[in-house]
Nanobody, 117 residues
Framework: QVQLVESGGGSVQPGGSLRLSCAAS????????MIWYRQGPQSERVTVAT????????NYAHSVKGRFTISRDNAKNAVYLQMNDLRPEDTAVYYC??????????WGQGTQVTVSS
């Protein structure tokens, strides 16, 4: 059974940084493209960043490009999201999973990111 555990969220002021981690058990993440999603208050879950199975190809939502960096450590079976220059509109619960969304594993609890002054 696949279990995903996201961590690293918190409350920061605008312009701050956080590094999110996603740890997995029951699956070898290196076999899959991985995605960080986020879901803000009263909004749908959307893709923030994707990384290929090898880690060589990454893509970002326009709203986070240049500020967020997705990475992975296949030896540790983990995926990360470095978030810099955080803005209030980045406030959301962040989740990791594989893509596409319709094929996602059971969701973890997510990690809350709150950006406010």
């Amino acid at each position: 059974q696949v279990q995903l555990v996201e961590s690293g969220g918190g409350s920061v002021q605008p312009g701050g940084s956080l590094r999110l981690s996603c740890a997995a058990s029951g699956v070898t993440l290196s076999l899959f493209e991985m995605i960080w999603y986020r879901q803000g208050p009263q909004s749908e879950r959307v893709t923030v960043a994707t990384i290929s199975s090898s880690g060589t190809v990454t893509n970002y939502a326009h709203s986070v490009k240049g500020r967020f960096t997705i990475s992975r450590d296949n030896a540790k079976n983990a995926v990360y999201l470095q978030m810099n220059d955080l803005r209030p509109e980045d406030t959301a619960v962040y989740y990791c999973n594989k893509g596409p969304l319709w094929s996602a594993w059971a969701w973890g609890q997510g990690t809350q990111v709150t950006v406010s002054s």
